[in-house]
Protein backbone atom coordinates (compact mmCIF):
# COMPACT_ATOMS: atom_id res chain seq x y z
CA UNK A 1 0.00 0.00 0.00
CA UNK A 2 3.11 2.15 0.53
CA UNK A 3 5.00 4.04 -2.44
CA UNK A 4 7.95 1.67 -3.37
CA UNK A 5 11.54 2.30 -5.90
CA UNK A 6 9.92 1.14 -8.90
CA UNK A 7 12.64 -1.32 -9.41
CA UNK A 8 10.79 -3.50 -6.38
CA UNK A 9 7.39 -2.96 -8.12
CA UNK A 10 9.08 -4.04 -11.61
CA UNK A 11 10.23 -7.08 -9.76
CA UNK A 12 6.37 -8.71 -9.72
CA UNK A 13 6.58 -9.23 -13.39
CA UNK A 14 8.01 -12.15 -15.04
CA UNK A 15 11.71 -12.58 -15.76
CA UNK A 16 12.38 -9.88 -12.90
CA UNK A 17 13.49 -11.12 -9.29
CA UNK A 18 14.08 -14.42 -8.09
CA UNK A 19 10.99 -16.40 -9.60
CA UNK A 20 11.54 -19.25 -11.81
CA UNK A 21 8.39 -19.49 -14.39
CA UNK A 22 9.70 -22.41 -15.87
CA UNK A 23 8.19 -25.04 -13.16
CA UNK A 24 5.13 -22.95 -13.02
CA UNK A 25 4.85 -22.93 -17.15
CA UNK A 26 5.56 -26.70 -17.18
CA UNK A 27 2.89 -27.43 -14.28
CA UNK A 28 0.22 -25.78 -16.72
CA UNK A 29 1.38 -27.66 -19.89
CA UNK A 30 1.11 -30.96 -17.86
CA UNK A 31 -2.72 -29.99 -17.41
CA UNK A 32 -3.24 -29.56 -20.61
CA UNK A 33 -3.84 -25.47 -19.42
CA UNK A 34 -6.00 -23.95 -23.11
CA UNK A 35 -7.12 -20.64 -20.51
CA UNK A 36 -5.43 -17.46 -20.72
CA UNK A 37 -2.95 -15.80 -18.42
CA UNK A 38 -1.66 -12.26 -17.92
CA UNK A 39 1.72 -10.22 -17.47
CA UNK A 40 0.16 -8.32 -14.13
CA UNK A 41 1.86 -5.73 -12.05
CA UNK A 42 0.79 -3.46 -9.35
CA UNK A 43 2.06 -0.23 -9.46
CA UNK A 44 1.76 2.13 -5.80
CA UNK A 45 -0.04 3.90 -5.91
CA UNK A 46 -2.98 2.17 -7.75
CA UNK A 47 -3.93 3.36 -10.96
CA UNK A 48 -0.79 4.74 -12.24
CA UNK A 49 0.80 3.66 -15.01
CA UNK A 50 3.75 1.04 -14.83
CA UNK A 51 6.44 3.49 -16.69
CA UNK A 52 5.75 7.09 -17.59
CA UNK A 53 5.04 6.25 -21.29
CA UNK A 54 2.69 4.24 -22.91
CA UNK A 55 5.83 3.15 -25.15
CA UNK A 56 8.50 2.32 -21.78
CA UNK A 57 4.93 0.09 -20.64
CA UNK A 58 5.05 -1.68 -23.27
CA UNK A 59 8.62 -2.04 -23.94
CA UNK A 60 8.62 -4.01 -20.16
CA UNK A 61 5.23 -6.54 -20.99
CA UNK A 62 7.04 -7.15 -24.23
CA UNK A 63 10.05 -8.18 -22.07
CA UNK A 64 8.04 -10.21 -19.84
CA UNK A 65 5.81 -11.72 -23.03
CA UNK A 66 9.34 -13.09 -24.52
CA UNK A 67 10.65 -14.01 -21.08
CA UNK A 68 7.14 -16.57 -20.49
CA UNK A 69 7.81 -17.70 -24.60
CA UNK A 70 11.49 -18.83 -23.55
CA UNK A 71 10.41 -20.43 -20.33
CA UNK A 72 7.78 -22.48 -22.18
CA UNK A 73 10.40 -23.62 -24.84
CA UNK A 74 11.90 -24.74 -21.66
CA UNK A 75 8.56 -26.49 -20.41
Known amino acids: MKPMPKD ?3 QQ ?4 GKLDFV ?3 KALKEVRFGGYTQVFMHPTPRGIPILP ?3 Q ?3 EIN ?3 TYLENC ?3 A
Do not use: D, Y
Open 53 to 55: TAE
Open 63 to 65: RSR
Open 72 to 74: LAK
Open 13 to 16: LPGR
Open 8 to 10: EEL
Open 23 to 25: PIV
Open 57 to 59: TTA
